[in-house]
């Protein structure tokens, strides 16, 4: 036999192996070359001796005719075999030991009944027998297991050797020796095997962990998933001479794996939002087309608005159709509008057991006999569907439902629990979703509420609000915008943004536009008024963290703190002197289109912004042509995740200069201006406020300048009532004549110096006296001794409202008188 322990052929091949013949006293009588080479013994050394001489023990040789008798015992065992086999240590000529394994063949001359006169004796380095018995017994086992396919293919990928599961489906051939995979399998399927199949024979490259699917021709329909191992097989001489193939099972696998990705995937959408329709919707795009052909979920109606159902009782749900996903959605919209009663069985009522049905292409719709439910017969084409109710807390909110159609597997029991834990999970999210709606609708109603109405005329400004509230994520945010008038037809314009989102937020924007109205109400300069604002929301913020800190830790989680603070930009428009005053804190500054078209960005100083408490803001003055709109916004407006502000600003301009705001309604120009921002699916709150200036006529304007002496008085009763008549305002000259008499002589006693007077008809009649002195009037009861202190009473009294503000030399004091309807 070759020594080297490398060749795995046959140990007894003939060609190769150590042999000897010995005859019947057990006496050498030939002596090959393996077996010189074996044992180091030449054949002129053994020849002629007996064969007991070569063993390592020379009293083993009754234990290797032990071995003989047991052999021969046995070999009726073994049809058609003789001989037998054994293991004995033999003396090596280096002077060692060597341990074989041996074959003893009787060699017969052919005379019927007689003995054999010789055997022919084989052997082999044990440890290369036992390797091969090992391999032997490894292959022949391989075969007859059937856990796993074995098949072993030739060079041109025909069948030569397989166990018997090598795929045990329907269809499969009993006898597959010399087919092809394309004679029992799909052609498709077939040909992706045996690609592979051919790069691991040209290439000798294993492969390991392919998954495929397997359907045969008699029973394609569902078929199996396979991983196929496979390897080379090659020659003696390194040629390749086939490939050998393991197939196994892994379906009931992959399905479980694709039940728990799938389970992972719909919970994973089922958190991407707050929105109960988002929900929905996000939820039957993953279950359609991976666990069924079409999906559909209905809920009942007053989810929708956040309401909550009653708890499960004998009355149906009214149920409308909220999101579908398949190819055959039309006829799932189809009927929006059912009636949903919970598994009639009271035990799977009370479980909120799912139901199944199959066979429905084979059963009747009709009433009578085993039907088909309404609800799974709505897809034409099914062939199975089930539905899971979507309880939680002991109240059913509505239904998920599944179809199956073609000729795919029907939908199974395990199909049935897996839409139950989903539909589980889903009624969760759909509650938090319904809760989170109800909260922001409340915020939404609490907002808009405090928001003033959307248009507004006046003599200063057409004004055309805008507000979109943030995506349901986000949650409702603290953006207003006011547009309040002033005295002397001026009026002022506020946006502003409270930091945060929620309910806080939105009692904190409440909260300050109450304070800008109030300290508009004082004739504040945009600067002073922005400071008093900020000083406010110090005060607050400071309230907040005394609260918090006082809050009884047993008393359960603390409520979050309130926004910190907010940006607002603060302006005033006056039409007789066609100027603008602003202030800004923290607010990006407005835009103005001209009446020729151009779009400029106002250049603001932004101071710091409300709440940041010790900085000063600077006011802003620009001269405004009649005719220009002032756009002023929020900055979700040009943020919006998009890009730099930079980007929003530029795109803003455009799309004012789109929405043409020079040439159109400005009610309708806002919603063109926010076109493609649809609402529920902003990241930020947006805000935009236009506003197209207008001016007071001169002709609508008288002013004088009078002296300090007390006759003026007399001289500015007969100038108002002669400007009454220019006007043909005759009707209001009894009121007017004692307004500007006491006003004026209030200036006269009370400043001094020049004192100025001046009428303006806008859209109501406007008297203003101002004077050099920074104390203002205070209306008082006067006693009935008291010969004066009547005069601000009567003003009241004859005046719509009226009131006084501090200019830059002193203080003007106005009135106000509806103009007489025409």
């Not at 003396?91 to 010789?118: K, N, W």
């Not at 408490?613 to 900055?635: K, Q």
Request: proline share 6%; with cysteine; aromatic share 4%.
């Amino acid at each position: 036999m070759r020594a080297s322990e490398s060749n795995q052929d046959y140990p007894f091949a003939a060609t190769h192996t150590a042999a000897a013949v010995l005859d019947g006293a057990g006496t050498v009588l030939a002596w090959t070359p393996a077996a010189e080479a074996l044992l180091e013994r030449r054949s002129a050394d053994v020849c002629g001796r007996p064969a007991r001489d070569l063993l390592a023990d020379a009293g083993a040789w009754e234990e290797v005719l032990a071995q003989g008798r047991r052999g021969r015992e046995r070999r009726a065992d073994r049809e058609g075999w003789e001989g037998w086999e054994g293991r004995v240590t033999l003396r090596h000529g280096s002077g060692g030991e060597l341990e074989i394994g041996f074959r003893v063949v009787p060699l017969h001359d052919g005379t019927p009944g007689t003995a054999p006169a010789r055997c022919l004796v084989v052997g082999a380095p044990l440890e290369l027998v036992a390797r091969w018995r090992q391999d032997h017994a490894f292959t022949r086992e391989l075969f007859l297991q059937g856990r796993v396919g074995l098949a072993v293919f030739d060079g041109d990928l025909r069948l030569l050797r397989t166990n018997t599961h090598l795929l045990p489906y329907t269809g499969v051939p009993v006898e597959l020796y010399g087919r092809r995979l394309g004679d029992f399998l799909w052609a498709e399927d077939a040909r992706t095997i045996e690609a592979r199949l051919r790069e691991v024979l040209d290439s000798g490259t294993p492969l390991a962990g392919f998954n495929t699917a397997v359907r045969t021709l008699d029973d394609p329909r569902g078929g199996r998933i396979v991983t196929i191992q496979a390897f080379r097989l090659q020659e003696p001489d390194d040629q390749p001479m086939g490939v050998a193939a393991v197939f196994t099972d892994v379906t009931d696998h992959e399905r479980s794996r694709g039940r728990l990705d799938l389970l992972y995937r719909a919970t994973e959408a089922l958190g991407g939002s707050l929105s109960v329709l988002r929900t929905v919707e996000d939820l039957v795009k993953v279950l359609a087309p991976t666990l069924g052909d079409c999906a559909a979920v209905d809920l009942a109606e007053t989810v929708l608005t956040g309401g909550e159902p009653a708890a499960d009782g004998p009355m149906p749900l009214h149920l409308i159709r909220m999101a579908v996903a398949g190819p055959r959605t039309e006829a799932l919209r189809t009927g929006t509008t059912t009636r949903f009663s919970a598994p009639s069985s009271a035990s799977a009522q009370r479980a909120h057991r799912g139901e199944l049905v199959t066979g429905i292409g084979d059963r009747p719709a009709h009433p009578g006999g085993d039907t088909v439910p309404e609800w799974a017969s709505t897809v034409p084409g099914a062939r199975s569907a089930m539905t899971a109710p979507l309880c939680a807390r002991g109240i059913t909110f509505g239904r998920l439902m599944l179809w199956r159609t073609g000729d795919g597997p029907a939908l199974e029991e395990d199909d049935l629990a897996l839409l139950e834990e989903i539909a589980a999970r889903a009624a969760v999210a759909v509650d938090n979703a319904r809760r989170y709606t109800k909260e922001r609708r409340t915020a939404v109603g609490l907002q808009r509420s405090l928001l003033p109405p959307a248009t507004s005329e006046k003599p200063a400004v057409e004004a055309a609000g805008l507000y979109l509230p943030a995506d349901a994520d986000s949650g409702v945010g603290g953006d207003w915008f006011d547009v309040i008038p002033l005295s002397s037809a001026r009026v002022a314009l506020v946006v502003g943004d409270v930091a945060g989102h929620g309910l806080h937020a939105t009692a904190m924007m409440g909260r300050l536009r109450s304070a800008v109205r109030a300290m508009a109400d004082l004739e504040l300069e945009p600067e002073e008024l922005l400071a008093h604002v900020d000083d406010m929301v110090v005060q607050v913020a400071a309230e907040a963290e005394s609260d918090n800190a006082d809050d009884d830790d047993d008393a359960g989680v603390p409520l979050p703190a309130g926004p910190a603070g907010a940006t607002c930009l603060y302006a005033v428009y006056d039409p007789v002197t066609r100027t603008c005053v602003m202030a800004s804190a923290g607010h990006p500054p407005p835009a103005v289109v001209g009446p020729d078209g151009t779009v400029e960005y106002v250049e603001v100083s932004p101071g710091p912004p409300l709440g940041v408490g010790g900085w000063p803001f600077e006011p802003v003055e620009l001269d405004l042509p009649p005719g220009s709109v002032l756009a002023l916004y929020t900055d979700g407006l040009i943020e919006r995740g998009e890009g730099d502000v930079d980007e929003g600003m530029r795109d803003l301009a455009e799309r004012l200069l789109r929405s043409d705001v020079l040439g159109r309604p400005l009610r309708q120009a806002r919603h063109d201006i926010v076109e493609g921002l649809p609402p529920g699916r902003l990241r930020d709150d947006v805000t935009l406020l236009l506003a197209r200036t207008r001016v007071v006529d001169t002709a609508a304007i008288a002013t004088w300048l009078l002296d300090a002496e007390p006759a003026v008085v007399s001289e500015a009763r007969h100038l108002v009532l002669a400007q009454l008549t220019a006007w043909d305002l005759d009707e209001l000259s009894f009121s007017t004549e004692l307004i500007v008499s006491e006003l004026v002589t209030n200036a006269i006693r009370h400043a001094g110096g020049p004192v100025r007077l001046r009428l303006i008809r806008a859209d109501t009649l406007t008297c203003e006296v101002a004077d050099s002195s920074n104390t203002q009037p205070r209306m008082r009861r006067a006693r009935s001794s008291e010969e004066g202190g009547r005069g601000l009473y009567i003003v009241a009294q004859l005046s719509h409202r009226w009131g006084s503000r501090y200019t830059m030399g002193g203080k003007t004091v106005w009135s106000e008188q509806n103009l007489p309807l025409v």
